[in-house]
């Protein structure tokens, strides 16, 4: 019996999507963390994968049975200019496994060394950007957002040379899978359509199965794509997310959130707010996601066309007609989202005006967006808890005056302060991967090879929901000297 019970139905589709290889190997691995939950949901026996062929298929020193490691092709528009070949420059799918709820998810090293399409780049990551996207990606997870996961984060005994020569490390990534609208991109800017059908074919295979004998299939598939952004966006957007780089390579068809780079969580409510060093022109904004996803999705109706009806005219129609969706969609996820924050059971016309009189009120106030939310769960319960709240804002009296709107909304719906708390808790976390904790972390594992702050963090961020007295102040924002103003990418 193989120890994993690999089944790789990515590397049964025709050899121009991906470049067979194995990974790299490396001079000293030594493994910092696994995700044992996680390993045991995929079904696979954390015993074996902290031992030495665990570590070895970890790293990339060794591939194990049953796997057929590949680097995917696919395109993407970054920053908007279309890139016609990018693909796994520096990740290899190792295979896919059938996890316990009987769900496909691919198992991908991510800094596993040089493929066919790493154009300039060595292939390699360095252990910052691999702590970063495993906690954040985690405290996703455990936020309920769908993402990528993390399973494992090895060092590989070498250096990487960035600006400066650091520590080199591997992710194990586990997706649903790891398909882009760029992958659609690839095949449809050369022209194969028979691909085009192909990779269609398979995405409905792993991610709509309903679908599959459906008049109009690849139409379906398209309007499921959207829904599920849709649906993530909205999402991201109630947790203060910024994911940094949304190019189309970097948008999963699965609908999860795939490629954490230079991603950050808001601390000062700022629609307007960028972080990532590269994103000069705030394409990538925190209040811009919405709108970005949506142009990303038409990318991928563009490659889909082919597929949508006979003839353009008709396909384009189709296409318009599916994009259409998005921002009902959208907005029916975010302003309900929105009403369950505020702690509202039913639904009124002018809920979204109250929304966003809070959020002007917080830009304004530079109030912090996790715990305004957080604390008005205690607000809630009456004006005891007010003092806290304005306690968030440079100019209390805006809260005033909108806490009193907000009471009277509430007066409509009577509900048990208790049972209110309760539900507002559950949608307003108190723990996020706050970027001043992240780079904390990063800088105690860096520069003193010490990883117990980097577990602490996990085990907080682990149960974001929770009151967690004995770790409260991982609720806090940063002080002036600690907050975080820029996001590198990980490469
Ligand atoms: P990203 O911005 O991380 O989504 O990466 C964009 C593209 O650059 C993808 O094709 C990556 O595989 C590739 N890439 C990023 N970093 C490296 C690296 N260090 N070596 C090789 N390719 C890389
Ligand atoms: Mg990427």
């Not at 360095?126 to 984060?153: C, D, F, K, N, Q």
């Not at 590989?156 to 520590?167: D, I, K, N, Y």
């Amino acid at each position: 019996m193989p120890a994993i019970p690999f089944d790789n139905s990515y590397a049964r589709l025709p050899d121009r999507f991906f470049a067979r290889l194995p990974p790299t190997s490396v001079a000293a691995p030594r493994l910092i963390r696994l995700n044992r939950d996680l390993a045991l949901a995929l079904g696979l026996d954390p015993g074996w994968l902290a031992g030495p062929e665990g570590l070895a298929m970890l790293s990339g020193n060794g591939v194990a049975e049953g796997s057929e490691p590949l680097a995917a092709a696919y395109a993407g528009h970054q920053f908007g200019g279309l890139v016609p070949q990018l693909g796994d420059g520096r990740a290899i799918l190792l295979g896919e496994v059938i996890d316990r709820d009987g769900r496909r998810r691919d198992i991908q090293l991510k800094g596993s060394g040089p493929t066919p399409f790493s154009r300039q780049g060595d292939g390699r990551a360095a252990l910052g950007p691999v702590l970063r996207e495993y906690a954040v990606s985690e405290a996703m997870a455990a936020l309920g957002i769908p993402t990528t996961r993390a399973l494992a984060a090895v060092l590989t005994g070498e250096r990487v040379l960035r600006e400066q020569a650091l520590p080199g490390a591997v992710l194990t990534r586990v997706a649903a899978s790891h398909i882009r609208v760029g992958t659609f991109q690839y095949f449809a800017i050369r022209g194969d359509t028979e691909a085009l059908r192909s990779l269609a074919d398979h995405v409905i295979a792993r991610h709509d199965p309903d679908l599959a004998g459906t008049e109009h299939p690849y139409r379906a598939l398209l309007s499921a794509v959207i829904g599920r952004q849709a649906d993530l966006v909205a999402r991201w957007l109630l947790v203060g997310f910024i994911h940094g780089v949304m190019n189309t390579d970097n948008m999963s068809v699965a609908g999860e959130t795939i490629d954490y780079g230079p991603c950050a969580f808001l601390d000062a409510y700022d629609p307007a707010a960028v972080f990532s060093a590269i994103d000069q022109h705030g394409r990538y904004a925190y209040g811009n996601q919405p709108r970005i996803a949506l142009w990303n999705l038409t990318r991928l109706a563009e490659a889909l066309l082919p597929l949508l009806a006979d003839g353009t005219d008709a396909a384009v129609a189709v296409a318009e007609e599916a994009l259409g969706a998005f921002g009902p969609r959208f907005a029916g996820a975010y302003h309900g989202g929105l009403r369950r924050k505020l702690g509202l059971f039913s639904e009124r016309e002018e809920d979204a005006e109250l929304a966003a009189d809070l959020l002007e009120a917080m830009r304004a106030g530079r109030a912090d967006f996790t715990l305004t939310f957080r604390r008005l769960a205690d607000a809630a319960a009456g004006p005891a808890g007010d003092a806290d709240m304005r306690a968030l804002f440079e100019d209390p009296t805006a809260y005033d005056a909108w806490a009193g709107r907000w009471r009277r909304r509430l007066d409509e719906e009577p509900r048990a302060g208790e049972e209110r708390r309760a539900a507002m808790r559950r949608v307003n976390p108190a723990f996020i991967p706050r970027n001043h904790r992240i780079e904390a972390v990063i800088a105690a594992a860096v520069e003193r090879d010490d990883f117990a702050p980097f577990a602490e963090l996990l085990e907080v961020l682990a149960n974001p929901y929770e009151e967690q007295p004995a770790r409260a102040h991982y609720a806090d924002p940063p002080g002036e000297h600690e907050r975080v103003h820029r996001t590198f990418c990980g490469t």
